[in-house]
């Protein structure tokens, strides 16, 4: 098994560009998620999704958008980057909530 | 107040000795406590979990929550210089139960 995978590894943007951060997990997880992981200010959730055909706002989902495409992908879109998201993106997925999440290798997105 | 509080550190201790890591959390009502482990540019990997007050251990590690005091602590005993990463507590929220993850602690395990 896989586990959680990611795509792409590293990226780079000019500012106002748009991208997509592709999640898949093989683990027949309900939840997915999708974290942001700064310098000083540690993991903080965007955006999750408790089953497939839901999705919800995190702490900080502001200038992202996701789809829970099937109960295996979850993506998170950026529709115009700014430098403010340079940053490293983790998905993450678990049965539900409050059990232990597993997570991706992560994505490095640097927006120039 | 922060959620979730750590000690930055870093935390250095010799090669062999008894490691302790601590985590304070603000929401009476959390019930599930995770630490995880997190190497420099990797993802953070999962080594224990508690939900329940008292000791839980596996291997070297030894996981200690006390609910009434709202705090969870990790011990690792004979540390390994491989030990040496970026300890994340995670708490679940009462009203989501989503994660909350503390800013990690830093752990140098000096041979």
């Known amino acids: 098994n896989a586990g959680v995978t990611q795509t792409p590894k590293f990226q780079v943007l000019k500012t106002g560009q748009s991208m997509t951060l592709q999640c898949a997990q093989d683990m027949n997880h309900n939840s997915m998620y999708w974290y942001r992981q700064d310098p000083g200010m540690g993991l903080r959730l965007i955006y999750y999704?408790?089953?497939?055909?839901?999705?919800d706002k995190g702490e900080v989902p502001n200038g992202y958008n996701v789809s829970r495409l099937n109960k295996r992908e979850f993506s998170l879109r950026l529709e115009s980057a700014a430098p403010s998201q340079t940053s490293v993106y983790f998905c993450?997925?678990?049965?539900?909530?409050?059990?232990?999440?597993?997570f991706g290798p992560g994505t490095r997105l640097l927006v120039l | 107040q922060k959620e979730v509080e750590q000690n930055s550190g870093p935390l250095s201790v010799p090669e062999g000795a008894i490691a302790s890591l601590n985590c304070t959390y603000s929401d009476r009502g959390s019930q599930s406590f995770f630490w995880y482990r997190q190497y420099s540019g990797k993802s953070p990997e999962l080594i224990m979990f508690i939900y329940s007050n008292g000791d839980k251990e596996d291997g070297r590690f030894t996981a200690q929550l006390n609910k009434a005091s709202q705090y969870v602590s990790l011990l690792i005993r004979d540390s390994q210089p491989s030990d040496s990463a970026t300890y994340l507590c995670a708490v679940s929220t009462s009203n989501t139960g989503k994660l909350i993850f503390g800013q990690g602690t830093t752990l140098q395990v000096k041979p």
């Open positions: 999704s408790a089953s497939e055909g839901t999705t």
């Open positions: 993450a997925s678990s049965e539900r909530d409050t059990v232990p999440q597993y």
